[in-house]
């Protein structure tokens, strides 16, 4: 009876753990037995034996704080963040994602940025961090963290549009535009320029004007649109834009033709120059050296080499005579008679 007197006197004496902690060890001595109950949980209760009794503060709040007595000593969440049902702080929403609401329970909360738009920021709060991709780029993508995850228009197509969300938005280049893979950021076709044309939609580059030919057209559409550089000219340049770039063909060298883009060396003369057969001439200077080329001297006169001398008087001859004959006694000729 005595005994079990003392021991009634001595747990009177035991003094219970506060709330917000627990202990397991039983005979303790000290209060260092008393644990705090874990961040993000709390006990309202005194004397509790196991950290099971430490209750998980809810879904939606957090607490970093250890030993919590009360449910009032967490928080809640701010928007851009969740929290998991007991954790310690709110995880932030990933890339490409946000969220407008607080004291969320999961991470369904972070909302995905539309197709056509990306972000790179971590816990953003408001669909304003979601950016539209640029023009001349579109994005299929849900959620898409990244400017890279915006696709390039195709390369002869273009897109005005900025945050497209479909290839439908990339439109083709008409004829005499071009949209080449160094402009796929703009948001618009280029003409092309003076010396070039593009004859197809859809192209992706212009193609120049062959040699002998230019135009001082911007956006031509058509290789009709290249002019000839004119008979008597030449141009070895491609993509000539000016009927300055023909020049002309110098001494010695000619073009018939027009749109040449070399002259023709005219040929060398003949070694030497072969002489009329007797009683012909050539009545110009520079002919060829061709009989058919070598005229007939005029009867009442003689040939002397390239030339027809008329016949004195007294003389006659008749149409290629080499000399001039002398009349007979008592006949008479005028000069350059054919008959006496």
């Known amino acids: 009876m005595r005994l079990e007197n003392e021991r009634l006197e001595n747990s009177m004496d035991c003094i219970a753990c506060a709330a917000g902690k627990c202990s397991t060890v039983t005979d303790s001595a000290s209060r260092t037995a008393c644990l705090d109950c874990f961040a993000g949980k709390f006990s309202t209760l005194e004397g509790v034996s196991s950290e099971l009794n430490c209750l998980a503060f809810p879904a939606g709040k957090h607490s970093s704080r250890l030993g919590s007595a009360t449910i009032s ?46 972000s790179s920021a971590v816990g953003a709060g408001s669909e304003a961090a979601c950016f539209r991709c640029l023009a001349g780029t579109y994005s299929t993508s849900d959620g898409a963290s990244s400017a890279t995850m915006c696709l390039a228009c195709e ?8 945050g497209a969300n479909s290839r439908d938005f ?47 057209v911007c956006g031509a559409y058509a290789e009709s649109a290249c ?42 003369p003949p070694a030497t120059c072969v002489a009329c057969p007797a009683g012909k001439y050539i009545p110009t200077l520079g002919g060829a050296p061709a009989t058919t080329e070598c005229a007939t001297c005029l009867a009442g006169s003689s040939t ?16 290629g005579s080499i000399e001039c004959t002398t009349c007979e006694l008592n006949a008479y000729a005028a000069a350059a008679s054919s008959i006496c």
């Open 73 to 118: 000593s967490c928080q809640l969440c701010q928007n851009c963040k969740f929290l998991q049902q007991g954790s310690e702080t709110c995880q932030l929403c990933s890339e490409g994602k946000y969220s407008t609401i607080w004291s969320a329970t999961s991470n369904l909360a972070c909302t995905a940025c539309a197709q056509g738009k990306f």
């Open 170 to 216: 990339c439109r083709q280049c008409v004829s005499g535009k071009y949209f080449g893979s160094e402009r796929l950021r703009s948001s618009g076709c280029f003409d092309c320029s003076p010396g070039h044309y593009a004859a197809e939609a859809g192209s992706s580059a212009c193609t120049a004007c062959a040699s002998g030919k230019y135009t001082p």
């Open 304 to 319: 002397t080499p390239a030339l027809c001398t008329s016949c004195p008087e007294g003389y006659f001859s008749s149409a």
């Open 155 to 162: 390369v002869g197509t273009y897109s005005a549009a900025e």
């Open 227 to 268: 002019a000839l550089c004119a008979a008597g000219t030449t141009s070895k340049m491609a993509g000539a834009s000016s009927a300055d770039t023909c020049i002309r063909c110098v001494m010695g060298t000619y073009s018939e033709i027009t749109g040449a883009s070399m002259c023709t060396v005219r040929p060398p």
